[in-house]
């Protein structure tokens, strides 16, 4: 018998059980609750379209292909896919390969048959991620559900305007059937997953939690292929297999596009690194040379930066490097050429803006630094020098090195301020 403790309980009984040390728990509640929420309606609402639902030959048959297709690719695609999401640097959703086989099942199978089949997929993708010792199962099967959810909207749109089951119905029904099928699926998935991104990641806006640029337009043009792939599962299923082909270049062009990103920012913050930053901030200068306008050079440095890393640890640190540079990039405009120089050091050009304009900015810019608040760590502030084209220098490394010497005297002051070195404008 297994000793006992003065209550009569076993020993074993003290030991936490499995399913209360899943990292689901550590899921911040409000994520928590809609996780959980949609996890339950999507269950409820897979069985009972499961059901209701008649399952033809036809039927059988493309789920049987799809099942098939998908499988192979995501044997096929396995390194490329994992590549790509190792690549990424977004705090939001990635665009995936899925949606092709995932939508394509929405346009062609009944509601039910169509959610099955993500559930089947999502399935295999659980196991090869355990296989390689990279499984999140709460994230994967969250993910799972907003897209059996996705699905299931876009299937029941399809089975409106064609009840037989079929494709779509052809002429102006098939079209607004079609894109309403898109948009659903796109904006239940998107939204519900970047929602809970929000809430876990907390990033300085609802925006970076959701698809970037890129992923949007390959999302949209994954979308369009699955919408190929649909038709070919109804009126040709032979030539359905050269979907892959088409989807293996589609995804690897992605893969190209995020190396040469990856190859001009910098990995914690997402901005640009300083070779890449140098290039841009060249281009921009010898064009404001060319129209006779002015420019600033900004220099920005945290404050006791060492000393965060010290008395906290590098994780706060990088939380905090991220956090300004999210600033940064949030209070400048668009095109301004914003860096991370090294360490906890970032650089901007200005282009475009007088020495006193740009003075202002730099002003703002300390108190958005200032007002930055943190679960563990205290105030961070920011020393900054500010260098004007043509007053500090006509060349970009002159205005660099005035800026520097600029920045340095913002410490030497105080810190927290800023310095320009353009003689006679004060801070």
């Known amino acids: ?104 099942a929405g346009l062609t199978l009944p509601p039910g048959w169509a959610a099955l089949f993500v559930v089947v997929l999502y399935g295999h993708t659980l196991l090869r991620a355990r296989r390689h010792e990279s499984a999140r199962p709460h994230r994967l099967i969250f993910t799972a559900a907003t897209v059996v959810l996705a699905t299931l909207v876009a299937s029941a749109i399809t089975t409106a305007v064609d009840p037989s089951g079929g494709l779509l119905a052809v002429g102006v029904p098939g079209a607004v059937g079609v894109l309403g099928a898109l948009l659903a699926y796109i904006a239940i998935n998107q939204s519900l997953v970047s929602i809970v991104i929000y809430f876990v990641r907390r990033p300085a806006k609802f925006r970076t ?4 640029g890129d992923d949007l337009t390959l999302e949209v043009a994954t979308l369009v292929l699955a919408l190929l792939t649909a038709e070919a599962l109804v009126h040709s299923p032979l030539i359905a297999p050269l979907v892959l082909a088409v989807l293996v270049v589609l995804h690897r062009s992605s893969l190209v596009r995020q190396l ?54 590098h994780l706060a640190g990088d939380t905090v490097l991220r956090s300004v540079a999210d600033t940064l990039a949030r209070e400048l405009r668009g095109h301004d050429a914003v860096g991370r120089f090294g360490g906890e050091e970032f650089v901007v050009l200005l282009d475009g803006v007088a020495p006193a304009t740009a003075l202002n900015i730099c002003t703002r810019l300390n108190a958005r630094i200032r007002e930055l608040t943190f679960d563990d760590v205290h105030q961070v502030t920011a020393s900054i020098g500010l260098a ?35 003689a006679g404008l004060t801070a």
């Open 1 to 104: 018998m297994a000793p006992t403790n003065g209550d009569g309980d076993s020993r074993t009984r003290s030991r936490p059980r499995r399913w209360t040390r899943w990292a689901l728990w550590a899921t911040p509640r409000p994520a928590l609750v809609i996780i959980l929420v949609v996890e339950a309606a999507v269950t409820i609402l897979t069985v009972v379209a499961l059901s209701v639902g008649h399952a033809s030959g036809a039927t059988l048959g493309r789920f049987a292909l799809l099942v098939v297709l998908s499988g192979g690719y995501a044997e096929a695609g396995d390194r490329v896919e994992r590549f790509r999401r190792y690549l990424s640097t977004s705090v939001g959703t990635m665009a995936s390969p899925v949606a092709v086989w995932c939508f394509a």
């Open 209 to 212: 939690a959701m698809l970037s």
């Open 260 to 313: 040469e990103r990856g190859a001009s920012t910098d990995a914690k913050t997402g901005l640009l690194n300083a070779a890449s930053w140098r290039q841009l901030a060249q281009r921009q200068l010898r064009r404001v040379q060319r129209g006779g306008d002015g420019a600033s050079v900004l220099m920005v440095d945290l404050d006791h930066f060492k000393r965060v890393n010290d008395t906290y640890g």
């Open 388 to 422: 004007s084209y043509p007053a500090d220098g006509h060349h970009l490394d002159d205005l660099i090195e005035a800026a520097d010497a600029a920045m340095y005297r913002a410490k030497d002051g105080g810190r927290d301020q800023t310095q320009p070195a353009v």
